[in-house]
């Protein structure tokens, strides 16, 4: 059983991989956010992840130029956050 205890942001969460990474967690309870620079796709996908997994959805739109910047950042805690939960 997968027990989710991070918040996981889908960058490029409004189709594709990303969004059935962000639908996948937040079927086993995760908080998640998407990142879109597209603003119809970003709240199509947020309705449907909604619809589907019977949680709210965090939607951020951002330029591709902060989106770059902000990459490692994200990278280095997601990983912090994960390694504190392997057991």
């Given at each position: 059983?997968?027990?989710?205890?991070?918040?996981?942001?889908a960058i490029g969460g409004g189709?594709?991989?990303?969004?059935?990474i962000a639908r996948k967690f937040?079927?086993?309870g995760?908080?998640?956010v998407i990142v879109s620079r597209?603003?119809?796709r970003l709240k199509a996908a947020a309705d449907e992840l909604t619809k589907?997994?019977?949680?709210?959805?965090?939607v951020s739109i951002m330029p591709l130029s902060t989106l770059l910047l902000l990459l490692p950042a994200l990278a280095?805690?997601?990983l912090m956050a994960l390694?504190?939960?392997v057991k």
């Open positions: 059983v997968f027990h989710c205890a991070v918040v996981l942001a189709s594709g991989i990303c969004l059935g937040m079927q086993h995760c908080d998640t597209k603003l119809d589907t997994t019977s949680r709210k959805v965090g280095d805690s997601m390694s504190c939960n």
